[in-house]
Every structure is written in C-alpha cells, then in structure tokens.
C-alpha cells in the first residue's frame, strides 16, 4: 500500500478546486441542455482531465526538472509536424488525429504547458539581477517564447499565439526585467503595427474591421440578443430561444458566455466573472508566499496571467468588446484540450504547493 506524508493536506490549497468545481459543474449543466451527445464526450475529457491533474499532482516535478527541455522540444516538433500531418478544420490546420480512436491532439495546448515549463527553468537556473534581466538573458528568455509564437501564427491561428505572447512576457514582467527594455519593445511595436497588419491573413482583417465598424458581425450580434434576453435572473431551459433555436453560433463553446447569461442572467453572469476574478487573485496572491522560490513563482504567475487573457478576451468578444477570436473561456467551454491543459497546470500548482517542504520527493512510502 501507498502511504503519503500527512503534510501534503496542510500544504494543499484546497480553495483551488472551491473555486474551479462550480465553474466545471455549471459548463456540464449547459452542455448537457444543448446536447446530450456533447455532454457525453465532455464527461470523457472532465475523467481525463481529472486524471492528469492526479498524474501531475504526484510527478516529482522538481526532482526531474531535468526533463523539461526534452518536453519543451518535443512539443515545438509537434507543433512543426502540424504543418504536415495536421487536419484542417475552418481553413485552419491546427490539430493532429490520434490514430484509433476518435479524439484529436491540439499541440498548441501541449505546447502551453511546456513553455511555461521551459521558461520557469530557466529562470531558476538563472533569476534575475536586482535590476531585472539584462538585454542578453531578456532576449534568450525571449526566444523560447518566440519559437511557438511563430509556428502557431502560421497555422494560422493568431489569437493562441498572441496569447502565447503576452502569457510569455507577461511573466517576465511579474518576475522582473529592467524598465529600459519594455519601453523599447513598446516603442518599437508602435512602429511597426501597420506593416504587422498589412501581413495579416484576409480573414483575420475582416475581424479586425468587423470590430471597429458600427454594425457588429453577425455573431457578435446574436450574442448580444442572448445576453440582453436573459434579463436579471435568466430564463427557462424551453425560453432560452437564442441558442436552443441555433440563432446564437457556437453555444457551447466560443459563445458559451451569451448561452449562460441568456440561462441565468446579469446575476449569473456577475457570479461566474466573479469565479474567475477570485481565482485569479488567490492564485497572484500565492506569489507573496514563494517570493524565493522563482520557479513556483513563476508557473503561477503564468497560470493566472492566462486565466485572465482567455476570461478576459472571450467575454470581451461575446459582448462586442473585442475581435471574435477563437479562445474559449477557460474550464467552461466545451473541448477536451484546452481543459486538460489547464487541469495539467493545476496539478502542476498543486505539486509544487503541497510538496514544498521536501524538494527530494520522499514522502512516499511503500509497503507490502
């Protein structure tokens, strides 16, 4: 039998999953109304989520961190082989079939996790100055976010590699870098924003134009009738007339936001923006308690830098706030794997929170 130390449940952070169960609970429940068959799938990626955050919850992380930059390569070479072996789905090649069985594999979502990996290793091997990094450490930090960046904008999928930007300095932000060398990168993107426009892909422009024109894309627009029906409170399953008469595109998974306001209303709306609000902050709040300990730190800045980049851009896109890009709102959307990625992260946060006290990983005892 396995005994584990009893010191792993006074060092878990049992507010985590308080946070994220009604959040997971409330997407079934929706799903579940719209589709039956979606629903039944999504119970199969909620069990393989579940069981990748146990899986990572014990992996002796830090003791085979080793690891990491074998997992960061294999992962930039899922992505290249996109390019070859990918399907296309929309006009976009994003994915890669799993061959006998019925799922797909998103590499960018593996690659999520790697690269936060990579860059909170490297950053323990070499924490910054007083000062913040240096030009030299700032650009070798930079390129293992730069190599993803460019491979996921040419599939073409612009709004996952501008995530993967801003989660990638993001976090060097929070952890430190001098100041000199933001308001050059700042100065720099404010020179060269039109030519990055002009490069854009003829369905990314229409986006961009349908945001800033005064009559809203067709989405956009559905989204707001949802939004604006649900009233105070909601409305009924057989009210819900917006999505269950297929007027609102994407119900249960980009727009899924509209769907659970049309369901529940502004309090409803009001109670999940709130969800992620306290997750987010308990997570920076951590930050406070591993002041010394940069790769924790740093895998959990990420973690709640990404929440509010996929949070915040979905329920701007929803309600005409910002471009529509195809970012799903995190643990509620429907979609295996983009769950259990941030599933993988939390049992990754979980590791490195409940077995602090011993680096080595010796908490594990066997017995016949």
């Known amino acids: 039998m396995i005994q584990l130390d009893k010191r792993i449940l006074t060092h878990f952070d049992f507010l985590i999953p308080i946070l994220?169960?009604?959040?997971?609970?409330?997407?079934?429940?929706?799903?579940?109304?719209?589709?039956?068959?979606?629903?039944?799938?999504?119970?199969?990626?909620?069990?393989?989520?579940?069981?990748?955050?146990?899986?990572?919850?014990?992996?002796?992380?830090?003791?085979?961190?080793?690891?990491?930059?074998?997992?960061?390569?294999?992962?930039?070479?899922?992505?290249?082989?996109?390019e070859f072996f990918g399907v296309s789905r929309l006009g976009a090649k994003r994915w890669l079939d799993i061959p006998f069985v019925h799922f797909t594999l998103q590499p960018s979502e593996v690659m999520k996790v790697a690269m936060i990996l990579m860059l909170a290793y490297l950053i323990k091997q070499s924490p910054p100055e007083e000062e913040g990094y240096s030009l030299k450490e700032f650009a070798k930090l930079s390129f293992f976010i730069l190599v993803p960046f460019v491979l996921i904008a040419k599939q073409p999928d612009l709004g996952t590699a501008l995530t993967f930007l801003l989660m990638g300095f993001g976090m060097l932000f929070i952890i430190g870098v001098n100041k000199k060398i933001w308001f050059t990168i700042i100065f720099t993107l404010g020179v060269v924003a039109p030519f990055l426009y002009a490069n854009l892909h003829p369905y990314q422009k229409q986006r961009v134009s349908d945001f800033i024109s005064e009559k809203p894309s067709?989405?956009?627009?559905?989204?707001?009738?949802?939004?604006?029906?649900?009233?105070?409170?909601?409305?009924?399953?057989?009210?819900?007339?917006?999505?269950?008469?297929?007027?609102?595109p994407i119900s249960t998974s980009d727009f899924i936001f509209a769907y659970h306001v049309e369901r529940f209303g502004f309090l409803g709306a009001l109670g999940l923006i709130l969800l992620y609000a306290f997750l987010i902050?308990?997570?920076l709040t951590l930050l406070y308690k591993l002041k010394k300990d940069y790769f924790a730190s740093s895998i959990i800045a990420s973690v709640a830098l990404l929440i509010f980049v996929y949070a915040g851009v979905n329920v701007s896109m929803t309600v005409g706030l910002a471009p529509v890009v195809g970012l799903p709102l995190p643990l509620f959307s429907y979609g295996g794997s983009n769950f259990i990625t941030f599933?993988?992260?939390?049992?990754?946060?979980?590791?490195?929170?409940?077995?602090?006290?011993?680096?080595?990983?010796?908490?594990?005892k066997f017995k016949l």
């Open 20 to 82: 994220i169960l009604p959040i997971v609970g409330i997407s079934y429940f929706l799903i579940s109304e719209s589709s039956q068959m979606l629903a039944n799938k999504q119970m199969i990626y909620f069990l393989l989520g579940f069981a990748s955050f146990l899986f990572f919850f014990l992996f002796p992380l830090r003791k085979l961190d080793w690891l990491i930059p074998f997992f960061y390569w294999v992962s930039v070479g899922l992505l290249a082989s996109v």
């Open 218 to 248: 067709y989405h956009v627009r559905q989204s707001l009738v949802a939004i604006g029906s649900g009233g105070l409170t909601g409305k009924g399953s057989s009210e819900a007339t917006q999505t269950h008469f297929k007027f609102l």
């Open 281 to 283: 902050i308990h997570l």
């Open 343 to 364: 599933m993988i992260l939390f049992g990754i946060i979980q590791n490195l929170l409940a077995f602090r006290f011993d680096k080595t990983y010796r908490f594990i």
